[in-house]
């Protein structure tokens, strides 16, 4: 059974760097066919793509917030990490980690709350 765990602090100060890991267990990282993706959903703009990376490590990222986000990996030990610089309150939102496939994003985490606020 495929399962995904994010984890980080659930509150970050403005302008600083947001950092989550997620864990995943039931399946490789490295596996052909799959991403593991990073989608945020907040009340203002519900589910928001952010970005994700593939098995050969190579990372893509949407557009709107290319210049502000890193995902990177440690396959040693099968998580995958999201950096979020300079974040606002508007990067206030609950943050899921995904496995997605091209047809649909099949295995979902809990999500976890991060709120950005002084």
């Known amino acids: 059974q495929v399962q995904l765990q994010e984890s980080g602090p659930g509150l970050v100060n403005p302008s600083q760097t947001l950092s989550l890991t997620c864990t995943v267990s039931?399946?490789?990282?490295?596996?052909?066919?799959?991403?593991w993706t990073w989608i945020r959903q907040s009340p203002a703009k519900g589910l928001e793509y952010m970005g994700a990376?593939?098995?050969?490590?190579?990372?893509e990222y949407d557009p709107s917030l290319k210049s502000r986000t890193a995902i990177s990996r440690d396959t040693s030990k099968n998580v995958f990490i999201l950096q979020l610089s300079y974040v606002t309150p508007e990067d206030t939102a609950v943050y899921y980690c995904?496995?997605?496939?091209?047809?649909?994003?099949?295995?979902w985490g809990q999500g976890t709350q991060v709120t950005v606020s002084s």
């Open positions: 995904v496995r997605g496939t091209a047809s649909e994003y099949d295995y």
């Open positions: 039931g399946a490789s990282i490295t596996s052909k066919g799959y991403y």
């Open positions: 990376i593939g098995p050969s490590g190579r990372a």
